[in-house]
Nanobody, 124 residues
Framework: QVRLRESGGGLVQAGGSLKLSCTAS????????MAWFRQAPGKEREFVHG????????FYSDSVKGRFTGSSDNAKNMVFLQMNSLKPEDTAVYYC?????????????????WGQGTQVTVSS
């Protein structure tokens, strides 16, 4: 059984940085397509970043491109999301997700496994 667990959220001022971590168990992150989503109160879950199984294909939502960077540590079976130049509109619960197919997509319905989420709050 695949389990994902996020950590690293918190409260930060606008312009600051946070690094989120996602630890996987049950399967290796290199064998799954990994992604990050976020959900603000009253809004739908929104795609943030995804990377294919081999790491060959990676993409970001337009709202975070140039500010957020995804990475992984296969030895630790973890993926990360480095978030810089944070804005109040980045405030949300951030989720780590994984799917069994090669390509990352921006549709949360395509993902098979989810973490419990970690809260990120950016104050103005």
């Amino acid at each position: 059984q695949v389990r994902l667990r996020e950590s690293g959220g918190g409260l930060v001022q606008a312009g600051g940085s946070l690094k989120l971590s996602c630890t996987a168990s049950g399967r290796t992150v290199s064998s799954m397509t990994m992604a990050w989503f976020r959900q603000a109160p009253g809004k739908e879950r929104e795609f943030v970043h995804g990377v294919s199984q081999t790491g060959e294909h990676t993409f970001y939502s337009d709202s975070v491109k140039g500010r957020f960077t995804g990475s992984s540590d296969n030895a630790k079976n973890m993926v990360f999301l480095q978030m810089n130049s944070l804005k109040p509109e980045d405030t949300a619960v951030y989720y780590c997700a994984a799917r069994n197919f090669y390509h990352a997509t921006d549709d949360p319905l395509d993902y098979d496994y989810w973490g419990q989420g970690t809260q990120v709050t950016v104050s103005s």
